[in-house]
């Protein structure tokens, strides 16, 4: 910290600052007089005037006022929303450049988190397409708007002229609104008429259903009355098959609206394949539900992801990147290093779309799943596939891989584990019956490299880490996936 320390700056300063990094969730560092500053809405190579937000004993918080100079990585953000959405927070940066910060998330997870000496991180492999990648968007109804606010407008030619952005402020009118959570305010949304995620029909829908929605004066469902009857809005496009199911997720069953909707949708948007009604009368916000019923076509899209044919329903879970879920998995058997005589478990198997996806390599599969649905889904998926190698087993897994349980000695050992866990990884229990059961070979896929480097550490007396290839499902987000190959020593 040298010298500066948090006491030369205060809330609400205003400072100029070399921006020279990117930090973890989208933030990007400078550095005032060798103190650490995280700054929101810049680009490493930018000069930037911010505003200090917080002051923390060895950090502190700002938020960009306008760009001095902009960073030769600085691209003009293509969607009208961004700034306030928080859904594409690196649209301003340079496509190569974000690649280059989510190769380095892993390098640094692997090294700081788990403690590991210039790990074998193989080149990023990144999208083909950095827009429209998306085959499901979920928006939600809200009463309240987010006021769209604009970001730091940069003039590239005359950067000291760059406009500063207004600060936030909640438009307080009753009305409804369709959009886009902004982050950490979950009673307002940010009305969205163009989203450049997922395909062109997909924002028709949207305001569409929008201006049913007003036209009929419907009410917004609020969580505080536990009344109301709109919660979201799910489009579901297939990339490869094209079909296309619009999912309104409803507090209340209303036949005559759903009807009158699907009637008047199915003429403005042609494209619409499928019209759902999920019916949600439970309190939690979330876009699944008791019951749903099908007002158009048969309920179900088609998607393709190599050579297999996935059916997905409304509450079915599928990777939204199709093109890039297909690079995935394809990484996930190549490092899985797969013989004809190999016996694999995936766990955390989901719909069964790895297991499925590397069955032509194996003698059998084995998934184990805690949610009953997508092992319904995985069962009906192997069917629909002729796939007779693959069985799916309901259950916790950290109650499953315990010795009580005489499932463990019941099944044969595998020969390789495949594990995608959620976002918060595995739990210490499922960590350590790994250790026990010590397959050959473990293929980790993970959608958080700092969890997936804290749970290798715990493999690592026991297993090397022959490569770690970092694959980019998410454009223009900092998230990024991440499979790593492990050997158990000899
Ligand atoms: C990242 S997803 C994996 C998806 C799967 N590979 C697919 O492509 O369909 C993680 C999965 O782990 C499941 N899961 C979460 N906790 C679990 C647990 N304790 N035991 C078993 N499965 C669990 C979730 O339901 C989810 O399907």
Same mark, same amino acid.
């Given at each position: 910290?040298?010298?500066?320390? &948090? ?12 921006? *020279? ?6 933030? +990007? ?13 810049? @680009? ?70 788990? /403690?590991?000496?210039? &790990? ?34 940069? *003039?590239?030619?005359? #950067? ?29 949304? !940010? ?9 062109? &029909?997909?924002?028709?829908? !949207? ?37 296309? =199911? ?54 179900? $899209?088609?998607?393709?992801? /190599? ?50 996806? @590397? ?6 599969? $084995? /998934? ?10 995985? *069962? ?24 009580? +349980? ?10 390789? =584990? $495949? ?8 739990? #210490? ?13 473990? %293929? ?16 690592? *007396? ?14 223009? %987000? ?11 020593? #000899?």
């Amino acid at each position: 910290m040298g010298d500066s320390g &948090p006491a030369l700056l205060k809330r609400g300063d205003e400072i100029v600052l070399g921006v *020279d990094d990117a930090a973890f969730e989208g933030r +990007t560092i400078g550095r005032h007089e060798g103190f650490v500053v995280f700054v929101d809405g810049a @680009v490493p190579g930018d000069t930037v005037r911010v505003r200090i937000l917080k002051v923390k004993k060895s950090y502190a918080e700002a938020k960009v006022v306008s760009v001095e100079q902009a960073s030769p990585y600085r691209v003009a953000p293509r969607c009208r929303h961004f700034g306030p959405c928080g859904g594409c927070k690196w649209q301003h940066v340079d496509y190569r450049l974000q690649l280059k910060f989510k190769q380095q998330h892993v390098v640094d997870a692997f090294e700081r988190i788990g /403690g590991f000496v210039s &790990p074998n991180v193989l080149p990023i492999i990144g999208s083909d397409e950095t827009f429209f990648y998306r085959n499901k968007m979920e928006y939600s109804f809200a009463e309240k708007e987010w006021l769209d606010v604009l970001p730091p407008k940069v *003039d590239f030619e005359h #950067p000291e002229k760059s406009a500063s952005p207004p600060s936030e402020i909640g438009n307080q009118q009753s009305e409804i609104h369709l959009g886009l959570h902004v982050p950490q305010r979950y009673d307002k949304v !940010l009305e969205i008429t163009e989203c450049l995620l997922q395909s062109e &029909p997909s924002n028709d829908i !949207l305001n569409f259903v929008r201006s049913f929605a007003r036209r009929e004066k419907l009410a917004v469902y609020s969580s505080d009355e536990d009344a109301g009857y709109l919660r979201f809005l799910v489009i579901r496009q297939s990339r490869r098959t094209k079909e296309l =199911m619009v999912n309104l997720v409803t507090f209340e069953h209303r036949p005559e609206i759903m009807t009158q909707l699907t009637k008047e949708l199915l003429q403005a948007v042609p494209e619409v394949t499928t019209v759902v009604n999920t019916i949600n009368s439970k309190k939690a916000q979330i876009a699944f539900g008791d019951r749903e019923k099908v007002y158009a076509g048969t309920g179900i $899209i088609h998607e393709r992801l /190599g050579n297999l044919l996935f059916t997905i329903s409304a509450g079915s879970f599928f990777q939204t990147n199709t093109s890039q879920a297909e690079k995935l998995y394809a990484v996930a058997k190549d490092l899985a290093a797969l013989k004809s005589t190999d016996l694999v478990w995936d766990l955390y198997s989901g719909t069964g779309s790895i297991a499925l996806f @590397v069955s032509d390599a194996v003698n059998h599969v $084995i /998934g184990v799943e805690s949610v009953s649905a997508a092992v319904e889904d995985a *069962d009906r998926n192997a069917k629909a596939n002729k796939i007779t190698n693959c069985s799916f087993v309901l259950g916790d897994l950290k109650d499953r891989l315990t010795k009580e +349980t005489d499932w463990i000695t019941s099944h044969p050992k595998p020969d390789v =584990m $495949i594990i995608d866990p959620p976002r918060s990884g595995m739990h #210490p229990r499922v960590v350590k019956e790994i250790l026990e059961i010590a397959p050959p070979r473990i %293929t980790y896929v993970s959608c958080n490299p700092a969890t997936q480097a804290r749970d290798v550490k715990m493999l690592a *007396d026991r297993y090397e880490i022959l490569a770690l290839q970092p694959v980019d499902m998410f454009p223009h %987000t900092y998230h990024i996936e991440n499979v790593a190959q492990l050997v158990l020593r #000899p």
